[in-house]
């Protein structure tokens, strides 16, 4: 049952990938550069663990230690993408405000300083690499969580919305935030029935997130009624100078 509920996850996930990075390359990545780098880069990280991820349970002690490793750099990584990501994102949504470069400048400094103080307060090269890495992951997911409400402030607060924009930083809000509950979940307790569904729930956020990105950055549908004369006239009216 496990291994089917996996296997379709994948089938699902690698769609959506497909499927956004398909409509990305269409010119929105130009766009929107960091969301398209996080998308390849979860697709990329996905396909190297799941030889490992699959045979776990079969696998020898060294072979297991190797996923394992694996897997922390992969979290790593995309842990670096998510801020890049986030800060992009920021960027983008503060272009009316005149300190932008200010705005940006603080936000970033923040984000070194509080993952710097979090990993020395987490840290330990005496205990396995997962033990001080999930808590600092979940950190880092939380002010993750954070810089997206901020983003999500800057939005609502625009004179013109940038509604794809809003839904973009809401799907990586849930992936931020359910990963970060998943997380602590998982370091408060340490049973594998308690690992497993923790993991089906990120998964799910993880789907989510996905779906939300590829229904907000795919090509709009072509209307098969054209445009009826007194719409096309008052669009003119309206574009015209005063």
């Known amino acids: 049952m496990q291994l089917a509920l996996q296997l379709i996850a994948y089938v699902i996930g690698f769609s959506f990938y497909a499927m956004i990075m398909s409509a990305m390359i269409r010119g929105q990545w130009r766009q929107y550069p960091f969301v398209f780098l996080w998308v390849l880069g979860d ?16 696998a020898a002690p060294e072979q297991k230690t190797s996923f394992q490793n694996l897997y922390w750099w992969d979290e790593r990584i995309m842990q670096v993408f998510v801020f ?20 940006v400048a603080s936000v970033v400094g923040g984000i070194l300083v509080f993952a710097g ?17 999930n808590p600092w992951l979940r950190a880092l997911n939380f002010s993750a969580v954070i810089v997206d409400l901020g983003l999500w402030g800057l939005l609502i607060g625009a004179r013109n919305k940038d509604y794809r924009l809003l839904m973009i930083s809401g799907a990586f ?66 574009s015209r100078p005063k």
């Open 43 to 58: 697709c990329v990280t996905t396909i190297l663990e799941i030889e490992p991820f699959l045979n776990y349970d079969a």
């Open 117 to 133: 103080i979090t990993f020395l307060i987490y840290y330990n090269p005496h205990i396995r690499t997962g033990q001080w890495m």
């Open 173 to 238: 809000g849930i992936q931020f935030t359910i990963a970060a509950i998943g997380q602590s979940i998982r370091h408060l307790s340490h049973g594998n029935l308690t690992a497993q569904v923790t993991g089906y729930v990120m998964s799910c956020a993880n789907l989510a997130c996905l779906y939300i990105l590829w229904q907000t950055l795919r090509p709009a549908p072509k209307s098969n009624h054209p445009e009826s004369p007194l719409h096309s006239a008052a669009s003119i009216e309206k």
């Open 84 to 103: 890049l990501l986030v800060i992009s994102l920021i960027y983008r949504a503060a272009a009316h405000l005149k300190n932008r470069n200010a705005l």
